[in-house]
């Protein structure tokens, strides 16, 4: 029986930290590897509830190849006490609000985030390029890759 994608993927999820690293132990900086800015088509993007959708490229690199991916961010961010905060612990979207991404000036999300005593609002933001990478056309953070289709919403 050949493996399937879904083996293949949870292999390559499990390996590939490991792997890029040279050693076993997992660091928590793995949270802020970013950097999709470069190869990821944002001016185009779609936030839609608590996900980013765009294209970015993949690694066929000869016929300048990408795919529309889509990550929910809230695997990716955090609300650490009124601050948006890379983590895997995720789940920013339950006690933020008024959500929007922006890319006037590098690619910011920005809510407003109840502080942890809940007594406050306050306006949070954080650089997405510093969470979000870009592997073979699919949008990842932290330990997440989302998934990719070969179009986007769209293209009719
Ligand atoms: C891709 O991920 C997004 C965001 O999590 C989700 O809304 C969408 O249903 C997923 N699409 C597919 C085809 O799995
Ligand atoms: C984005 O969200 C923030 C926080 O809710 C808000 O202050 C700002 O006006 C919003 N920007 C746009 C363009 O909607
Ligand atoms: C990604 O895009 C390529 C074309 O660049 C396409 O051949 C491939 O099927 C797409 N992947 C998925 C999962 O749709």
Known sequence: MTPSLNQIAR???VFAPIAAKG??????T???????IGSCAYPG????????????????TAVFGYNWTWLDLDKCLT?????LTPSSIGDYS??????????ISGVHLTCDCWNMAGTNQLQASVDLNSVI???NG??????????????????G
């Not at 793995?30 to 999709?36: I, L, R, T």
């Not at 953070?141 to 293209?155: F, I, R």
Request: proline share 4%.
């Open 11 to 13: 292999l390559i999820l």
């Open 23 to 28: 050693q076993a132990s997992p660091s928590p």
């Open 30 to 36: 793995s949270c802020a590897d970013g950097h999709f």
């Open 45 to 60: 993007l779609r936030f839609v509830d608590h996900a980013l959708g765009m294209y970015c490229l993949n690694d066929n």
């Open 79 to 83: 609300n650490n006490d009124g601050k």
């Open 94 to 103: 339950s006690s933020c609000f008024n959500c929007n991404v922006s890319y």
């Open 133 to 135: 990478y870009n592997t």
């Open 138 to 155: 699919a949008m990842g953070c932290c330990d997440q890759l989302g998934n990719k289709t070969w179009k986007g919403p769209q293209a």
